[in-house]
């Protein structure tokens, strides 16, 4: 097909069924999605022609909607930009911290491994743990989500997050606080690990890039905020405090839910006389109230299916051998840099500043280039395809890559360390960007299974992190930093193979394997 063949529109509306009473209803989503994710994602409303017949398109009549709304106000689809943003501000709050509260551990291992008379690498343990569950926590996430609703999940873990938090400041022993953070893990992320879930619902298919940087910025960030915040605090005064302002920041993501929360789950392919209409926003908070028709066993299976699927496996990857290195380098920076330049812990929280700008920059440049891509190849092609979004990884993959291999030698031969600050921003810059091209391409192909793509993501990441955290120390004090972070950088290098992979046969892969199959 040609760039100006026009385009024969399915329309919602071409796609009857029969309710019980025999009468017909329109799908009014989901075929467009479907057709999409195969064929490409047709948006300019031009090239339907005189044909476009019921779809409804933006307010300016120039991109058509995917997925189309249906007619119902309890469509999230139709909720007012404020109610949108609302819920994405909220999301993105909570997504952004159980990275804050685990990335803390990288700073007060060193007081903690003191008031405890035990190792610094025994201390970590906490911090492996964590990170272990925060994958773990996440597969739960979103096969709860689909069993009861989106929102008394998130309010009920992050409940959980908050008493578990309460339990890392007051923990009297190394044990007890081991198992208070790796408990915490499993809780606190339930809106990172949900994320897609939520933005999918609520946002058309155009929107999605953009929404998704957003979201992913607060992911990025949070693991440079809350080493940042650590180091400060515990210049002053002691470690314990470090864990009570995560906790009391859990409590506001607690209140923020129960005063802006509103469940996003929409039964969008029910017949019209079979979609509830919700009657209470409390009682959809605590559970009692839900419109999810998915079975236990439904519900379980979903992130087992999605995982057999090639392209998403491949993308796991690709991100546990990119994600690994951010974890590991921000894991062990604090400790390389007091014994290396004799930081105290101000100069460590104000090293943390350089990651810090990395995240923005990146946040900035990507909200930006990820449109600016898509919509170049749509004006090329007539369409998007959803590898079309892993071009821009070729970029991420250069900047981590020189990244950690600059740093390793920066931090061997002992420049300064405004050099070394220099290119732990550069390492994030390019997973910022590597992560809003992940997300959209597997929601872009398997809109379906937003949550579970996530979910998968998410794994990724952590057993990345929980990785390179055991590796991470023993390795560079028995080789120095040049060598190990020079085998980093050529692992990093070399996982950009996976999105040229994607590129050439991942849609073919995708067409052959088919859309996610729940059972109903």
């Given at each position: ?82 109610k949108k ?40 343990h ?46 009297v ?134 995982i ?31 014994e ?40 090329r ?11 821009l ?9 020189v ?21 732990a ?46 590796i ?24 950009s ?24």
């Amino acid at each position: 097909m040609g760039p100006d063949t026009p385009i024969s529109p399915t329309s919602p509306a071409d796609t009857l069924y029969s309710d019980e009473k025999g009468q017909p209803f329109a799908i009014q989503s989901g075929l467009e999605e479907r057709i999409g994710a195969n064929e490409g994602y047709v948006l300019d409303a031009g090239r339907h022609g005189s044909d476009i017949g019921d779809l409804k398109t933006t307010e300016d009549g120039k991109t058509v909607l995917i997925p189309q709304p249906t007619d119902s106000p309890d469509d999230p689809l139709n909720w007012s930009t404020r109610k949108k943003h609302t819920i994405l501000f909220l999301i993105s709050a909570i997504a952004f911290l159980p990275d804050f509260g685990s990335s803390m551990g990288a700073v007060t291992l060193i007081p903690q491994s003191k008031y405890w008379d035990l190792p610094e690498a025994i201390v970590q343990h906490n911090l492996v743990g964590n990170l272990f569950c925060l994958g773990a926590g996440g597969l739960f996430t979103v096969a709860l989500s689909h069993y009861f609703g989106r929102l008394p999940v998130l309010f009920y873990f992050q409940i959980l997050a908050f008493v578990t938090s309460i339990w890392c400041a007051v923990a009297v022993s190394f044990e007890s606080f081991l198992a208070a953070r790796i408990v915490n893990g499993f809780f606190a992320i339930v809106a990172q690990a949900g994320g897609l879930m939520w933005i999918k619902d609520i946002f058309f298919f155009h929107e999605h890039p953009r929404k998704i940087n957003i979201w992913s910025g607060g992911v990025i960030l949070s693991p440079y905020l809350g080493p940042l915040t650590a180091a400060f605090i515990t210049w002053r005064t002691t470690w314990r405090w470090a864990y009570w302002v995560y906790t009391m920041l859990n409590g506001v993501g607690i209140i923020l839910i129960v005063l802006l929360g509103e469940e996003s789950y929409f039964a969008r392919d029910a017949p019209p006389n079979k979609r509830r209409s919700w009657n209470s926003r409390l009682l959809r908070l605590v559970g009692f109230e839900k419109h999810t028709t998915a079975s236990a066993l439904t519900a379980v299976a979903r992130p087992a299916i999605a995982i057999s699927k090639i392209p998403v496996l491949m993308v796991v990857i690709y991100y546990f051998l990119n994600f690994a290195w951010i974890i590991g380098v921000n894991a062990t920076i604090s400790t390389w840099l007091t014994e290396f330049y004799g930081f105290k812990p101000w100069n460590l929280g104000l090293f943390y500043f350089a990651p810090i700008v990395g995240s923005i920059l990146g946040e900035l440049v990507g909200h930006f280039l990820h449109d600016a891509v898509g919509s170049f190849y749509a004006r090329r092609r007539g369409r998007i395809d959803a590898e079309v979004r892993l071009i821009l990884c070729y970029l991420a993959s250069v900047l981590m890559g020189v990244g950690v291999l600059v740093l390793g030698f920066a931090l061997q031969h002992r420049w300064h360390y405004m050099a070394v600050a220099v290119f732990a921003a550069m390492q994030v810059v390019g997973i910022m960007i590597a992560t809003t091209a992940v997300n959209a391409y597997l929601l872009d192909s398997y809109p379906e299974g937003s949550g579970e793509v996530c979910a998968w993501i998410n794994v990724g990441r952590t057993m990345g992190g929980f990785m390179a955290t055991y590796i991470e120390i023993p390795w560079i004090q028995e080789h120095g930093t040049a060598a190990p972070l020079g085998i980093q950088a050529g692992i990093t290098f070399a996982a950009s193979v996976i999105p040229i992979f994607l590129q050439v046969f991942g849609k073919r892969i995708r067409q052959w394997q088919g859309e996610m199959k729940f059972p109903s």
